[in-house]
């Protein structure tokens, strides 16, 4: 079959999870290549739906652009290097309906309602802590976070990604979509998450052209030096899905609750902040829907009830692994292990001195490596 046809309709390929890591220098051009290069041929994953026209799409082409020209600069070279017409493959990543296209085998394996509901999960702690030498109190921003979603998830790659010109440095993860980023941490110590949530699905024409949700952690990354700048981008951009995102760096954070109707945010209150799979600002409940929430307020519920960490030595390796520690829970549950709640991998991270840790599996049983610093 060659690279370029259409494999939506093919029967699907189950791929070995990818947990590849890649130490990315140079301009957005030859990132792009390699990228595109190291990937197997490029298809739609037979539980998406549909994208959009491609009109449709090349307008939303153009808000990328308008946000992030050097962008699209990557995504050309990727498709170059995958034999792929740009538009097409392009199209082909423009997702607006998130929701997963389940077999009746899937659905048989997902024993509860509870289990087709997306279970990714993120806390940021400030943590006031005494220096081993003594001296005045340092305050550290913890964060962990857990991406949950369908083990036929092959995708699962951590990128460290150092551009020579237009772009913060990162670390982060991407899921099934070229060019996206899921979570990660920029040079200067902003974090930022994606947690889908499952409203009502909007028709093309009920929607203006936007940002595709795999792209808004990397523009909020590779854009901004503060929380409050990604907190201010995320606000201002047209979306097509229904998210919720935690920004956050060594000051402060928030929690932007985005729809292609509205966007709202979530204030810090106290020295925690934590996000899960619903809606919680009064003007975005009525967006919520039919889904079922009960697993992801659990868990919201268990983040927010974490003790109190002040008053520890300075020990950063101390801070992140009580943060694994959280991430490691199976009451609540917030490390999954079945279904659409199979936790794909994990990571804490410590802002201030821009420290983190990756787990390629549920962090119940599946060690964390630390990535280079930037």
């Known amino acids: 079959m060659a690279r370029g046809e259409d494999m939506s309709n093919a029967s699907p390929v189950v791929e070995a999870p990818d947990y590849r890591i890649f130490d990315l220098r140079g301009d957005y051009a030859q990132i792009g290549y390699v990228l595109g290069q190291a990937d197997p041929p490029f298809s739609m994953q037979p539980w998406w739906w549909p994208p959009p026209s491609l009109r449709f799409a090349n307008a939303c082409m153009d808000v990328v652009k308008d946000f992030h020209p050097h962008l699209i600069d990557e995504l050309r070279a990727y498709a170059d290097a995958q034999r792929l017409p740009l538009r097409e493959f392009w199209q082909r990543c423009c997702r607006i309906n998130l929701k997963a296209r389940l077999s009746v085998a899937d659905l048989l394996a997902l024993s509860s309602g509870a289990g087709i ?140 609750e985005a729809d292609p109707r509205r966007v709202r945010v979530i204030e810090q209150e106290g020295p925690l902040l934590a996000v899960t799979n619903h809606y919680r600002h009064p003007d975005m409940l009525e967006f919520q829907g039919g889904r079922a929430s009960a697993n992801s307020a659990c868990r919201l519920a268990f983040l927010m009830q974490q003790g109190c960490w002040d008053g520890a030595q300075d020990d950063v390796d101390g801070l992140l692994s009580a943060a694994a520690g959280v991430m490691a829970d199976r009451s609540a549950p917030v490390c999954g292990l079945q279904g659409a709640t199979t936790t794909l991998w994990s990571c804490v991270a410590e802002l201030t001195t821009h420290r983190i840790r990756y787990a390629a599996g549920p962090p119940c049983f599946a060690p964390y490596q630390e990535m280079p610093a930037f």
């Open 117 to 256: 509901a997306e279970g990714c999960s993120t806390f940021v702690r400030y943590v006031s802590v005494r220096p081993a030498a003594g001296g005045s109190e340092v305050r550290r921003a913890i964060v962990g976070r857990n991406y949950d979603y369908l083990p036929k998830q092959a995708r699962r790659q951590r990128i460290r990604f150092v551009p020579d010109c237009c772009a913060h440095a990162t670390i982060g993860a991407r899921g099934s979509v070229p060019a996206g980023r899921y979570d990660g941490l920029n040079q200067h110590g902003v974090f930022a998450s994606l947690h889908v949530v499952m409203t009502d699905v909007l028709g093309e024409a009920e929607i203006k052209p936007g940002v595709p949700f795999h792209l808004v952690v990397r523009l909020a990354l590779e854009l901004c030096r503060t929380a409050r700048e990604a907190r201010d981008l995320l606000t201002r951009m047209p979306h097509l899905s229904s998210l919720n995102y935690l920004v956050a760096d060594p000051n402060e954070a928030f929690v932007v």
